[in-house]
């Protein structure tokens, strides 16, 4: 049995924490505390806020050997664990203790802690737990370079640097983070200069270090100085891998009179990387993409034939491989490509736009088309209004092609009646208008205005449109297509002729729904069929009467968001569903 020692001083020890907290990092407070009866009970808290009881009676041989005058100091230990400091903490932190035993007076402790914030966090908590590898300084400094924090960036770049100087990524990145403070103005161009050459001064002789400093600055954006970094480099299958991905990159970044030049200087690049690996799968994408897009189909299909057969696994290189009939005037042989690839990827959702471009040129109608006569004089009833290309693609397969302003484009429902509401005024000023390539699906040039956001496809492709003389006319053709395409959109409506009809991929907004409604109403006795995802009250297809004048249908999803197909039947069944409403508020 342990007796009390009612004579005996109290004590206390803090083991935990030793040094500075981090402001943002979980920490253990621990130690230990004797006095003239058995440890009870340690209150935590931190400048005046609660944190907990810590856990006490933990077993101390290492107290109890030095005060072997305690009767209870072998089980004098406590400990609290992941504790955080509360909101607000400043850059000192007051840990006040309140310790009781079972005999003798409480004993109330406190000791001021010092606290890192920022870059200042994360290198203390780093030097309490130091990492094997730079990884973590470079993650951090990356989440502070993002938040513009470029001082707390610098700082721990620094110590990534004198930790790891054989490393080249930090390297890498702590002259990345000057050249991007030297083009805000923030930096001296001279420290941007200064740390990219020393950085190739301390790989000069490594050419699998400059190579990956060179990755490092081309992930960072710095194309033109990871190319300078590469350029004393003896050629080799991965430098010149990496040289290919950045032209490839800038290609797809390209406009106008400068796409061609571009991707020329990127097959250039990928057929230097084929003269040294010609059986790579990278690579032969690369040269057959890029021939592709230079206007040279017959060489692309040629590359990606030998891809495709060398690598039949690849889904991507048989996505390209079909495409390249399209190009070549094959789209039949293009459409079986599209077929085999479907059957042996059927997880594979790529290259639907592409497919369906060679379905359009072979003059194919979706699967089960209906009555093609009939369904192509009604589709022809109804207009789309924005949203995405899905209901002027189902007006197509059905040999419908009105001409509508929306009809190949994106533009939310509140976007478009917004722009209804000024009575589209302005749309083909070229002030206004956009006018981009766009390299998804295909390169493409795009048509649309700034002001509500609305983007439609031209059908025109970069390799189409040889210089800038040809690009400028084309800008001014679409101008005037699109001031006439606003002028005969308003004579439709003020008529109230034809079905509008508006798509809604995500949750529903019955909001933008009226306030969309009340543009197309504004302009005349318009009826809008609004389509919305189907639910199990409403199965895909179904039509519902919202008010005249107002329609809401609904569908199982929408290609490329929802589904791999268009759902061509449901939408028809829509359209007959929604003509024959129509037509009985006609007659009304």
């Known amino acids: 049995m342990t007796v009390d020692a009612p004579g005996l001083p109290s004590r206390c020890h803090l083991d935990q924490p030793t040094g500075p907290l981090v402001a943002t990092a979980p920490f253990t407070l621990a130690g230990w505390a004797i006095g003239p009866g058995a440890l009870q009970r340690v209150r935590v808290s931190v400048n005046g806020s609660q944190l907990g009881d810590a856990e006490t009676g933990l077993v101390r041989p290492d107290v109890a050997a030095h005060f072997a005058a305690y009767p209870h100091a072998g089980r004098s230990g406590f400990q609290l664990t992941g504790l955080r400091l509360p909101p607000g903490t400043g850059t000192t932190a007051l840990l006040r203790l309140e310790v009781e035993f079972a005999a003798g007076a409480p004993l109330l402790v406190e000791q001021a802690m010092p606290v890192g914030h920022g870059a200042t966090a994360v290198l203390l908590s780093l030097r309490q737990d130091p990492p094997a590898s730079p990884a973590p300084l470079l993650a951090a400094a990356a989440r502070f370079t993002d938040e513009a924090l470029l001082e707390e960036a610098e700082a721990l770049l620094a110590v990534a640097v004198a930790r790891f100087p054989e490393e080249p990524v930090p390297r890498a990145a702590y002259a990345a983070l000057a050249v991007r403070a030297a083009g805000l103005g923030l930096w001296p161009e001279a420290e941007a200069t200064r740390r990219l050459a020393l950085l190739r001064r301390c790989f000069s002789d490594n050419a699998a270090g400059t190579i990956e400093a060179a990755r490092a600055l081309a992930s ?157 004089a009604l589709l022809l009833q109804f207009e789309a209004l924005g949203s995405n290309c899905e209901f002027g693609n189902v007006q197509r397969a059905f040999g419908a092609e009105p001409l509508g302003l929306f009809r190949f484009s994106s533009g939310s429902a509140a976007e478009i009646a917004q722009a209804l509401e000024m009575d589209l005024a302005g749309i083909g000023a070229p002030e206004h208008t956009f006018f981009e390539i766009l390299p998804e699906p295909r390169p493409e040039y795009w048509v649309g205005d700034r002001r509500w956001h609305f983007r439609a496809h031209t059908f025109t492709y970069p390799e189409q449109v040889p210089d800038a003389a040809a690009e400028a006319a084309l800008f001014e053709k679409h101008c005037k297509r699109l001031q006439f395409l606003r002028r005969k959109l308003l004579e439709d409506l003020a008529e109230g002729e034809k079905i509008l009809v508006h798509a809604e991929y995500g949750p529903p907004r019955p909001e933008a729904r009226q306030r969309l409604f009340r543009a197309v109403r504004r302009h005349g006795p318009n009826t809008l069929l609004y389509v919305v995802l189907a639910d199990a009250a409403h199965p895909s297809g179904t039509l519902e009467v919202l008010e005249p004048g107002l329609m809401l249908g609904r569908l199982d999803g929408f290609i490329g968001v929802h589904r791999d197909t268009v759902n061509y039947a449901d939408w028809l069944a829509l359209c007959r569903a929604a003509h024959v409403v129509w037509q009985g508020w006609r007659q009304a």
């Open 220 to 376: 960072a954006g710095l194309d033109e100085e990871a190319e300078a970094l590469l350029a004393d480099l003896p050629p080799s299958a991965e430098g010149l891998m990496l040289l290919a991905g950045i032209a490839e990159r800038q290609a797809h970044k390209a406009g106008g009179s400068r796409y061609l030049a571009a991707w020329e200087k990127a097959l250039a690049r990928w057929e230097a990387v084929l003269d040294l690996m010609p059986e790579d799968a990278a690579a032969l994408t690369g040269a057959g993409t890029a021939a592709l897009r230079t206007n040279r189909p017959s060489k692309g299909a040629a590359i990606l034939a030998r891809a495709v057969a060398w690598f039949p696994d690849n889904p991507e290189l048989a996505m390209w491989h079909a495409h390249a009939a399209t190009l070549i005037g094959q789209p039949e042989e293009a459409l079986a490509r599209f077929a085999r690839l479907r059957a042996a990827f059927p997880g594979f959702t790529g290259g639907q736009s592409l497919e369906g471009e060679a379905r359009f040129l072979a003059g194919r109608a979706p699967p089960n088309p209906g009555e093609a006569a009939g369904d192509r």
